[in-house]
């Protein structure tokens, strides 16, 4: 069975930067598309970045040029490196996996709909 963990939450300074990270068990497709979403109170699920086994990665516009995903096989770890925070990326973040392929090959997003695999979630908090 599919496990996601997530780790790394924390409460930060504007414009500071943290890594949050998820780790992956029982995960048997060869290829995979696995992103991280983020959900703030009152609102609905956001995708944040997603990354597919061919190394494509996607992002909200929102946070190009400050969120890096990336992917340890190695050590079947998911992270993303936030830099330049800001206040409204305060929220619930959550690793999540899609469960139905094909992963790679342009259908890698960050559509929450599409992914069936989900972790608890980690808070963030980026105080003004």
């Known amino acids: 069975r599919v496990e996601l963990v997530e780790s790394g939450g924390a409460s930060v300074q504007t414009g500071g930067s943290l890594s949050v990270s998820c780790s992956v068990s029982?995960?048997?497709?060869?290829?995979?598309?696995m992103g991280w979403f983020r959900q703030a109170p009152g609102k609905e699920r956001e995708g944040v970045a997603a990354l597919d086994s061919d190394g494509n990665e996607i992002y909200v516009d929102s946070v190009k040029g400050r969120f890096t995903i990336s992917k340890d096989n190695t050590e079947k770890v998911l992270t993303l490196q936030m830099n330049s925070l800001k206040p409204e990326d305060t929220g619930m973040y959550y690793c999540?996996?899609?469960?139905?392929?094909?992963?790679?090959?342009?259908?890698?997003?960050?559509?929450?709909?599409?992914?069936?695999?989900w972790g608890q979630g980690t808070q963030v908090t980026v105080a003004s």
């Open positions: 029982g995960y048997t497709y060869d290829t995979y598309c």
């Open positions: 999540a996996a899609r469960s139905s392929p094909p992963f790679v090959g342009g259908y890698c997003s960050a559509r929450p709909s599409l992914f069936g695999y």
